[in-house]
């Protein structure tokens, strides 16, 4: 893979000024007093130094390679995944007992006690020390039934106890938090496109590899 990586962004030429930026911050990093030391540094370490700062250089050529490549196909990328990238806040309580998930359910949706307490009180995962709340997280991130549920839940409302891998869950959407295209956003959506072409590339050369007169696969 991270040869595969090296290979696609090999055209990307970096400013000197960012090169420069580039051996100061190793230098830093490194500890070492003034970057003009890097190269004993590596080749006392039988390191040849335009290498490290290639490899050091490698994120940022990485990122301009996917700006370039896949910028044009970001908002797109985004629209699909949209739905896993909103994000939600919920109310959430897990117990191992179904019968209390359902006495719990009940007086939480009869209004004879509040989610919060009640989590505090009973649930058995990492949420009773936040009273129950979980996020703002992406809705990703939720497990499979969970991020279903939460899809067609509305805010407010409570739902009964579903069982996922051994936990009862009583859960409430608190709100959903729609995802946006910003440049943060964009990036990502960039950089999901290129670890997606990494992959791609990567398979071609192993079955390559594995079977020297096959057909390489074509590019993505």
């Known amino acids: ?49 335009d290498e490290a700062i290639w490899q050091w250089t490698l994120p940022l050529r990485v990122r301009r390679y996917s700006q370039q490549t896949f910028g044009p196909k970001a908002e797109a990328r985004f629209l699909d995944r949209k739905a896993d990238l909103d994000g939600v806040v919920y109310s959430l309580l897990r117990v191992k007992d179904l019968g209390l998930a359902n006495e719990l359910f009940l007086r939480i949706s009869g209004g004879e006690a509040s989610f919060s307490d009640l989590a505090a009180q009973f649930s058995e995962g990492h949420e009773k ?41 009583v859960v409430r959407l608190e709100s959903r938090i729609p995802a946006v295209l910003d440049d943060a956003m964009r990036l990502q959506m960039e950089q999901e496109l290129f670890e997606a072409d990494v992959q791609h590339r990567a398979s071609a050369v192993l079955t390559t590899l594995v079977n020297p007169g096959s057909t390489p696969l074509p590019d993505a």
């Open 1 to 49: 893979m991270r040869f595969v990586r090296s290979e696609m962004v090999e055209s990307i030429v970096l400013p000197e000024d960012e090169l420069k930026t580039a051996r100061e911050t190793l230098a830093k990093q490194l500890r070492l007093e003034s970057p003009d030391l890097l190269s004993t540094h590596f080749e006392s370490q039988g390191l040849d130094l």
């Open 129 to 169: 020390t936040t009273r129950g709340i979980v996020g703002p997280v992406p809705m990703v991130k939720a497990h499979p039934q969970l991020r279903e549920l939460l899809r067609t839940a509305a805010p407010g409302e409570v739902k009964p106890p579903i069982q996922i891998e051994g936990w009862y869950l």
